[in-house]
């Protein structure tokens, strides 16, 4: 590698010593990546000719009057290429850039975030990278088609032109709680990524009690519900507080099967609520039944 | 040597009878012979005796009337042990003995052996289940006398015990009882509660990660970390430091390790000082849990502070939702022993090793006023009470009208 960059350099530098009258080589001003192509010399004698590009450094020896070839495993790697043919003391230079293949060949899809709340606007991104068969970004315009299905069966389809090499989209997360595919498609390319679509804050808290064994009370929620009517994942922590007479009990407890149930002592007129989070439920004053 | 200092006959001591002709001839030598170096000799022996005299004395004084000074630091290397001849000192013993761990020793000091086993009296000390107790060492003790008669006494003793999270206090009324010439404690066993066999079944809910892996394109998207988010912040200066206290919430699904980093900038953006919240915060939080904390800058003045810059992060952590802990009978105590006090019940099934209390206090406007916590000495056994105490500086005592308090629970057998 180092001695690619070093060669690279003294060609530079060659070049610039070199004169615009000297005659240039007739190489085409775009290549497409990985297709085959020949160039005519005009040199007199045996000559050499050195490639230097992005990622590429060729040596070729060429013989007077010999047209030189390239095969299709040659240049691949897109960018600005610089071609000298030296024999003796002359020297012929061109440059010439090596585009992407016309044909994309796979997208990289960048899906962000990948777990979101419910019903969020605008909340889950997609952005795609197109590019050919040698890994170069595919630059010209392309119309990539993202469709975001839902674990419903419902499903949002966008289409976005690439600028770049570069598609880019923003959907909205569904109202309903589930794993969507987010696909990015061009041709026959596709890319899918999986968007977890989570139950947004408990709508609301409805709790009840009744008396448990030995001097306590069981409080047990409804099962709790988003907004959207989604029910709210196991896990989620509800704190049950009890206030009596300056001394206050609590509880956090997590969903279990959509409900939340503890017991606290069973202290007649005490106030007992429930929460998540921000959000509060409703209060109960104790009385005993 | 002929000089008799036992002789007492007063004759041999007359002057008038040291006739040079009763002089024996051998004696030519002796100290006798010379007059003015024999009374040198006799006054050397007398000193001599003094200072004998005097250090059997104070012997006899530093026995009978031992040092009674009503603290002491537990010495592990003290081997000498006083005896018993005053309360204080039966108490110092015990406790000294315990300070080493030498608990069969300690025990054997007791007056009420008969009322437990050794391993009770071990177990009321050190607790049981990987308790913090377990680790902790008597690091200093004040005995404080409350009543005395003259065959028993009630010391009060309060012990300062070292662990691996700071030092917490235990006091204990232990009740010092003469028994003959020695005076004994009566060690106010605390038996630990046992719970009866049973199976408890527990089928909370746990969360696993899998995380990309390395051979993973570029592009696949990881795990989202959790959503955390900070819902209070309040900065104080207090003792001319400031501290930041606040509250953070996890309003993602998942459970999420969070950690909050805070730094003070000054009125040209250059910081102050870079903390984070160590250990006054509840690292794990399950979804829609709220944890406080609390930030101390030492050396930093509010003066000098332009903005604060604050930093919650959380990772995606494997988590289980058990144990649930019931925080009961909490209650703020007033002034002059301000502090927050209420018992730790553990309603799931798993022994809880070490808990950890933090409490949030509030002013009569919602403000946060404090951030404070305790660890619990005792393991948290099922359905067991376990009392905690979270001390209250007086001018906060003052301010602080609501709480909140969460636990954190610490599991031997999870942490590998």
């Known amino acids: 590698m180092t001695a690619r960059i070093l060669l690279s350099c003294a060609l530079v530098m060659m070049l610039a010593h070199l004169s615009a009258a000297q005659p240039e080589l007739r190489f085409p001003a775009k290549v497409e990546a990985g297709t085959a192509f020949s160039v005519p010399t005009s040199s007199s004698g045996a000559a050499t000719l050195y490639i230097v590009g992005p990622g590429d450094a060729l040596e070729r020896k060429v013989q007077p009057g010999e047209e030189i070839s390239f095969g299709t495993d040659d240049l691949h790697n897109a960018g600005h290429y610089l071609a000298v043919l030296t024999s003796g003391s002359s020297s012929q230079v061109a440059q010439f850039d090596v585009i992407a293949s016309h044909q994309p060949a796979s997208l990289s899809f960048l899906a962000k975030p990948s777990r979101l709340p419910v019903n969020r606007e605008n909340g889950i991104s997609g952005v795609a990278y197109i590019f050919d068969i040698f890994g170069n970004l595919v630059m010209k315009p392309e119309d990539v088609a993202f469709q975001l299905a839902e674990a419903t069966g419902g499903a949002q389809s966008r289409n976005a032109i690439s600028h770049d090499g570069v598609a880019f989209v923003q959907m909205n997360s569904a109202t309903k709680a589930g794993a969507a595919q987010f696909q990015a498609k061009l041709d026959s390319v596709h890319a899918t990524r999986v968007v977890e679509q989570v139950p947004g804050d408990p709508c609301s808290i409805r709790m009840t009690a009744h008396p448990g064994a030995g001097q306590r ?41 959509g409900v939340a149930q503890t017991e606290l002592p069973a202290e007649n007129g005490a106030l007992i609520s429930a929460a998540a989070g921000v959000v509060l439920g409703n209060e109960i004053r104790w009385s005993g039944r | 040597m002929s000089a008799d ?169 232990l009740r010092v009882v003469k028994n003959g010439r020695r005076w004994e404690v009566n060690w106010p066993i605390v038996k630990e509660v046992r719970v009866p066999p049973q199976v408890i079944p527990v089928n909370y809910l746990r969360w696993d990660v899998i995380y990309r892996g390395p051979e993973d394109d570029w592009g696949a998207q990881d795990v989202e970390a959790p959503h955390v988010r900070i819902v209070a912040m309040h900065p104080v200066d207090r003792a001319g430091e400031v501290i930041l206290m606040g509250e953070l919430l996890n309003e993602d699904v998942v459970p999420a390790f969070v950690t909050v980093k805070a730094a003070l900038l000054d009125h040209n953006g250059a910081a102050l000082g870079t903390e984070d919240a160590f250990d006054k915060i509840s690292h794990v939080l399950l979804p829609k849990q709220v944890t406080p904390f609390r930030i101390d800058f030492h050396n930093v003045r509010m003066s000098q502070v332009d903005s604060v810059r604050m930093q919650p992060s959380s990772n995606l952590v494997p988590a289980s939702a058990d144990p649930v802990i019931g925080i009961e009978s909490q209650k703020l105590n007033p002034l002059p022993d301000a502090s927050l006090t209420g018992q730790l019940v553990n309603q799931s099934g798993q022994v809880v090793n070490v808990a950890h209390v933090i409490a949030t206090f509030y002013d009569g406007g919602g403000q946060i006023v404090w951030v404070a916590d305790q660890y619990p000495s005792r393991a948290l056994l099922p359905g067991t009470p376990v009392p905690f105490q979270i001390s209250l500086p007086a001018d906060i005592s003052n301010k602080a009208k609501t709480f909140r308090v969460v636990s954190t629970t610490y599991i031997s057998s999870r942490i590998q």
């Not at chain 1, 099962?223 to 049950?240: E, K, L, W, Y």
């Not at chain 2, 026995?63 to 309360?87: H, M």
């Open chain 1, 217 to 257: 009370v069981v409080l047990q929620t409804d099962p709790v519900r988003d907004c959207n009517g989604n029910p709210v994942p196991d896990g989620t922590i509800v704190s049950f507080t009890e206030t009596y007479e300056g001394r206050v009990s609590t509880v956090d407890v997590p969903l279990k099967r």
């Open chain 2, 5 to 173: 200092f036992l002789n007492t006959d007063p004759r041999n001591n007359d002057p008038r009878n040291n006739d040079p002709r009763d002089q024996d001839p051998r004696d030519v030598y002796s100290e006798n012979a010379d007059p003015g170096n024999a009374g040198r000799k006799y006054k050397g022996v007398v000193f001599g005796l003094i200072l004998l005299v005097a250090t059997l004395a104070l012997v006899a004084v530093g026995t009978l009337w031992p040092n009674q000074e009503d603290s002491g630091v537990a010495e592990p290397n003290a081997k000498f042990i006083i005896s018993a001849s005053s309360p204080q000192d039966a108490v110092n013993n015990v406790l000294q003995q315990i300070a080493r761990r030498e608990w069969d020793s300690a025990y054997e000091l007791l007056g009420n052996k008969s009322e437990f086993s050794e391993t009770e009296f071990k177990s009321d000390l050190m607790g049981e289940y990987g308790s913090l107790r377990s680790y902790a060492m008597l690091n200093q003790f004040d005995l404080q006398p409350l009543h005395a008669t003259a065959d028993q006494a009630v010391v009060r003793a309060h012990l300062l015990w070292s662990s691996v999270v700071g030092t917490f206090e235990d006091s204990r009324d």
